[in-house]
């Protein structure tokens, strides 16, 4: 008994003392911002930036459209940026999905040393600034830019296309940032399906399409998933892409927070808008977490 | 700032003042725009005065004026614009550095004290002013005059004009076009001004700052932007031109002030009286090409400065710059007609 105790004991401290950077790092670096957050965003808006402490729900009915006084009506536009935020950040799961799904089948079917080149080059843009390679896409996509030099060259084209300074390269910018996270997931789980379950399917008179949909899809799904909620997340808050590529003409909720805390100086709007992105991502993530839990006590029946 | 973050970093500051008050021999710590002086002369006077000398930047008022409140201390001098002056002497962030009783005054131009709380000069040293008007190119546009020509060539080439991503100024070119003044606080004009832009948003490419290279490469024609813009058209006098439009323009000046937790404030003064020598003034707006409001300094500018039309403009046109005001709690009035701007 008293042996007994003294492991569990010990064990229950090794755990503790174990556990303790993380939860410190987590507190002081997370919960404690997260706080600070949450208090502001129910504060008045002090003059110049900062808050006044009087409780002030009204940021939360700002967002929904309500006036703040007499001379505004009642206009959803920040509730339109939130549903705009939400549409570039979907489109740009859908097509770095549409991209790195068959790219990981491809990769995953190469030999061992063309494989582990190809994934450094996968790798290869996070050794660069981030706000260098969206650059280099604004001299690739302006009027006398790479592209369009190229293309008039070939004679392909008269006129320069206008593809900066649009939804166009708002999107193809985030594709190109996201689709490393997308990419990473989805091979890891490609990696390593069974394919004597596709043979087995195929020998009991499966179509292509029939295996593919109903022994390929579900077994690479945890992948999918994973690659989409890694890409959606940073996707939402994202606001250097549509300042830079959008030319600022193509708004998503990321650049109004940063407006709100600078030009606007009301950071209580800009915590509450915040925590309204926060929010979408958390209950895009308890869907996630209660089919996983769903799928696995029907997997136990 | 107030609340735990301000007392966290208010503490830091503490720690990092002490540790600097221990060394505050022979030490100025300046806190300016990015690229807002001219490297040569601060070296200067640290050779002259044996002082060492420290510069760090900032790109908005608010980005400085944050800090400031939130106790960074060990700043010596900052360079709000007038609006911020305004507010950071009524919020008790400065102190009087007396450049008014310092020899060199008499060349300040005295039209350049525009703040309401310091009509004298006791508190802040005048430091360089600028319209903001349209840098262009010129094999695109031969010769640009008013902002009715610029709308005008951006109907009829949509996406080859930019505006500033700055509320207050882009909504200021509409408060100039519907003939209110740039500091309205009246809803309906700040409406007109909003419905003014709204018509032109389609044929706007950008809201954008960094627009020199693309207007240099001829990716667009024209952009809105700051008379510092005038340095390139000096270097590229075929290509490039810039022009305060006949209809009216922005202004901005920037003031020199001295904190009132400086923790040199001997050699801040001694600084600020170095900036007032004419030499020192005429060679810094050669680097900035801002206005100058030095007067002695005038006449030592190169005469492409000089005669520059954007840099030293008639008093005719400069009856027709505009610079702002704070507007308080207004500000609201333009957030939102800035941000229906954007989303639709």
Same mark, same amino acid.
């Given at each position: 008994?008293?042996?007994?105790?003294?492991?569990?004991?010990?064990?229950?401290?090794?755990?503790?003392?174990?556990?303790?950077?993380?939860?410190?790092?987590?507190?002081?670096?997370?919960?404690?911002?997260?706080?600070?957050?949450?208090?502001?965003?129910?504060?008045?808006?002090?003059?110049?930036?900062?808050?006044?402490?009087?409780?002030?729900?009204?940021?939360?009915?700002?967002?929904?459209?309500?006036?703040?006084?007499?001379?505004?009506? %009642?206009?959803?536009?920040?509730?339109?940026? %939130?549903?705009?935020?939400?549409?570039?950040?979907?489109?740009?799961?859908?097509?770095?999905?549409?991209?790195?799904?068959?790219?990981?089948?491809?990769?995953?079917?190469?030999?061992?040393?063309?494989?582990?080149?190809?994934?450094?080059?996968?790798?290869?843009?996070?050794?660069?600034?981030?706000?260098?390679?969206?650059?280099?896409?604004?001299?690739?996509?302006?009027?006398?830019?790479?592209?369009?030099?190229?293309?008039?060259?070939?004679?392909?084209?008269?006129?320069?296309?206008?593809?900066?300074?649009?939804? %166009?390269?708002?999107?193809?910018?985030?594709?190109?940032?996201?689709?490393?996270?997308?990419?990473?997931?989805?091979?890891?789980?490609?990696?390593?399906?069974?394919?004597?379950?596709?043979?087995?399917?195929?020998?009991?008179?499966?179509?292509?399409?029939?295996?593919?949909?109903?022994?390929?899809?579900?077994?690479?799904?945890?992948?999918?998933?994973?690659?989409?909620?890694?890409?959606?997340?940073p996707a939402l808050g994202n606001f250097i892409v549509p300042a830079f590529l959008g030319g600022s003409k193509v708004q998503m909720t990321g650049n109004l927070i940063e407006r709100s805390f600078l030009q606007s100086r009301d950071w209580p709007f800009g915590a509450a808008l915040a925590l309204l992105i926060m929010a979408s991502v958390v209950l895009v993530l308890m869907i996630q977490l209660t089919r996983a839990a769903r799928t696995q006590t029907k997997g136990a029946v | 700032m107030k609340g735990m973050l301000g007392r966290i970093v208010g503490m830091a500051s503490v720690l990092a003042l002490s540790a600097n008050m221990a060394a505050a021999e022979g030490k100025l710590s300046l806190y300016n725009w990015g690229e807002y002086i001219n490297?040569?002369?601060?070296?200067?006077? &640290?050779?002259?005065?044996?002082?060492?000398?420290?510069?760090?930047?900032? &790109?908005?008022?608010?980005?400085?004026?944050?800090?400031?409140?939130?106790?960074?201390? @060990?700043? +010596?001098?900052?360079?709000?614009?007038?609006?911020?002056?305004?507010?950071?002497?009524?919020?008790?962030?400065?102190?009087?550095?007396?450049?008014?009783?310092?020899?060199?005054?008499?060349?300040?131009?005295?039209?350049?004290?525009?703040?309401?709380?310091?009509?004298? @000069?006791?508190?802040?040293?005048?430091?360089?002013?600028?319209?903001?008007?349209?840098?262009?190119?010129?094999?695109?546009?031969?010769?640009?005059? &008013?902002?009715?020509?610029?709308?005008?060539?951006?109907?009829?080439?949509?996406?080859?004009?930019?505006?500033?991503?700055?509320?207050?100024?882009?909504?200021?070119?509409?408060?100039?076009?519907?003939?209110?003044?740039?500091?309205?606080?009246?809803?309906?004009?700040?409406?007109?001004?909003?419905?003014?832009?709204?018509?032109?948003?389609?044929?706007?490419?950008?809201?954008?700052?960094?627009?020199?290279?693309?207007?240099?490469?001829? +990716?667009?024609?024209? @952009?809105?932007?700051?008379?510092?813009?005038?340095?390139?058209?000096?270097?590229?006098?075929?290509?490039?031109?810039?022009?305060?439009?006949?209809?009216?323009?922005?202004?901005?000046?920037?003031?020199?002030?001295?904190?009132?937790?400086?923790?040199?404030?001997?050699?801040?003064?001694?600084?600020?009286?170095?900036?007032?020598?004419?030499?020192?003034?005429?060679?810094?707006?050669?680097?900035?090409?801002?206005?100058?409001?030095?007067?002695?300094?005038?006449?030592?500018?190169?005469?492409?400065?000089?005669?520059?039309?954007?840099?030293?403009?008639?008093?005719?046109?400069?009856?027709?710059?505009?610079?702002?005001?704070?507007?308080?709690?207004?500000?609201?009035?333009?957030?939102?007609?800035?941000?229906?701007?954007?989303?639709?």
């Open positions: 008994m008293i042996a007994g105790d003294t492991v569990r004991s010990r064990r229950r401290r090794a755990l503790l003392l174990l556990l303790a950077p993380v939860t410190l790092l987590l507190g002081v670096f997370f919960l404690v911002p997260l706080g600070i957050m949450v208090v502001y965003s129910v504060l008045e808006p002090g003059l110049y930036g900062g808050v006044e402490w009087t409780w002030y729900p009204f940021n939360y009915g700002r967002i929904l459209g309500w006036p703040l006084n007499d001379y505004e009506e %009642f206009d959803p536009i920040y509730l339109s940026i %939130f549903l705009g935020s939400l549409k570039i950040a979907c489109l740009t799961v859908l097509f770095s999905l549409l991209i790195c799904y068959p790219a990981a089948f491809w990769v995953s079917r190469m030999g061992e040393r063309r494989k582990n080149f190809v994934l450094f080059l996968i790798t290869l843009p996070f050794f660069a600034n981030l706000l260098v390679r969206i650059y280099a896409w604004l001299l690739l996509l302006r009027p006398t830019g790479f592209i369009n030099t190229l293309l008039q060259g070939l004679g392909l084209i008269a006129q320069p296309l206008d593809m900066l300074f649009t939804s %166009f390269a708002v999107v193809l910018g985030m594709v190109y940032i996201f689709t490393p996270f997308m990419f990473l997931p989805i091979y890891a789980n490609v990696e390593k399906l069974d394919y004597s379950l596709v043979r087995a399917s195929q020998d009991l008179g499966a179509t292509p399409l029939q295996t593919f949909l109903r022994v390929i899809l579900p077994l690479t799904a945890p992948g999918i998933v994973g690659g989409s909620i890694i890409v959606f997340i | 490297p040569e002369i601060v070296d200067e006077f &640290s050779k002259e005065y044996g002082v060492e000398v420290t510069l760090d930047t900032y &790109s908005t008022n608010e980005e400085m004026l944050a800090r400031i409140q939130a106790g960074a201390s @060990g700043y +010596d001098l900052v360079w709000p614009s007038v609006h911020m002056h305004d507010i950071m002497q009524q919020l008790g962030l400065l102190q009087p550095a007396n450049p008014n009783q310092m020899p060199g005054w008499e060349n300040i131009d005295k039209a350049a004290l525009r703040s309401h709380e310091d009509p004298n @000069g006791d508190y802040c040293l005048p430091y360089a002013w600028g319209a903001v008007g349209v840098l262009y190119n010129k094999t695109l546009i031969p010769e640009l005059t &008013s902002w009715k020509q610029f709308f005008e060539y951006a109907k009829a080439n949509p996406g080859k004009v930019t505006m500033l991503d700055d509320l207050r100024e882009t909504l200021g070119v509409g408060l100039i076009m519907t003939g209110a003044s740039v500091n309205s606080r009246d809803p309906d004009e700040v409406a007109k001004a909003e419905a003014y832009i709204m018509e032109q948003k389609p044929n706007i490419g950008a809201f954008r700052y960094d627009v020199i290279p693309l207007v240099t490469a001829g +990716d667009v024609a024209a @952009g809105h932007y700051y008379v510092g813009g005038v340095l390139n058209v000096l270097q590229n006098p075929e290509l490039l031109g810039f022009v305060i439009p006949e209809e009216g323009a922005t202004m901005y000046q920037e003031d020199v002030c001295l904190l009132a937790n400086a923790p040199n404030p001997d050699n801040a003064k001694l600084f600020l009286q170095f900036l007032m020598r004419p030499e020192v003034a005429a060679r810094n707006s050669e680097r900035l090409t801002n206005g100058v409001v030095n007067t002695a300094a005038v006449d030592l500018l190169p005469d492409a400065l000089k005669s520059n039309p954007s840099i030293n403009p008639t008093a005719e046109v400069r009856a027709k710059l505009q610079i702002f005001e704070d507007l308080g709690k207004d500000l609201r009035l333009y957030t939102r007609a800035w941000d229906r701007i954007k989303t639709n």
